[in-house]
């Protein structure tokens, strides 16, 4: 079967603006999407020369803020461009999405809670670093959030070896989108992606 490594950032507005299109483009060509969050403001940043939003230069956050309200208007997706909850610590978001993966639904229902840890911080002004915010998220996909929450061990593991992957990969910001060994950096290069799975029959 078709796979896409998805490697992302629980916070990361680019990646909710990408989210859903990735997994209609994701159906329309028979591919499996496979989740990988990564430590990105920790440890691909840092090895790729990224720098942390607040670090940047006041005209690249200024005009970070007209490119989100460009998408969010072609889109037609509910974005607030200022959320309250961010930036926070993502490990514990990034935890419970693979701990909903191997261990109760499998890889759909965890893509179905990555939608809703975005919206919680673009759309609904939540803290997905509150663990309680992330067992309500859960509990509202139907899956067990406090289940989650105590299996996230084995899950944190993983988080670090598909951080590991993306650093081999030379993945340098989210979302990345991986299939057949080609890179396409960003919800803007949706379209390349799809046009590589159109040319794989």
């Not at 998408?71 to 309250?84: A, R, T």
């Not at 993966?101 to 975005?118: E, F, S």
């Not at 070896?161 to 396409?184: C, H, I, L």
Request: aromatic share 10%; proline share 6%; glycine share 6%.
């Amino acid at each position: 079967m078709k796979t896409i490594e998805y490697y992302f950032s629980p916070q990361s507005p680019w990646s909710y603006l990408g989210h859903q299109r990735l997994l209609d483009i994701a159906a329309r060509h028979g591919a499996q999407v496979d989740p990988r969050p990564v430590a990105l403001s920790k440890v691909i940043f840092p090895n790729s020369g990224g720098v942390p939003l607040k670090q940047r230069a006041p005209q690249r956050q200024a005009y970070r803020l007209v490119e989100l309200k460009r998408w969010k208007e072609h889109l037609g997706l509910p974005l607030n461009v200022h959320p309250q909850y961010f930036p926070v610590a993502d490990d514990e978001p990034a935890t419970l999405l693979i701990a909903a993966a191997i261990n109760q639904a499998g890889k759909d229902d965890a893509l179905r809670l990555m939608h809703a840890v975005y919206r919680a911080v673009w759309v609904d002004d939540k803290d997905i670093a509150n663990p309680d915010t992330l067992v309500e998220l859960a509990n509202g996909c139907g899956l067990d959030g406090q289940a989650l929450l105590a299996a996230q061990e084995d899950a944190r593991k993983l988080v670090d070896r598909y951080t590991q992957a993306a650093m081999e990969r030379q993945v340098f910001g989210a979302p990345w989108y991986v299939y057949n060994d080609e890179s396409f950096w960003g919800q803007d290069r949706l379209d390349f992606l799809e046009r590589a799975l159109a040319s794989e029959k």
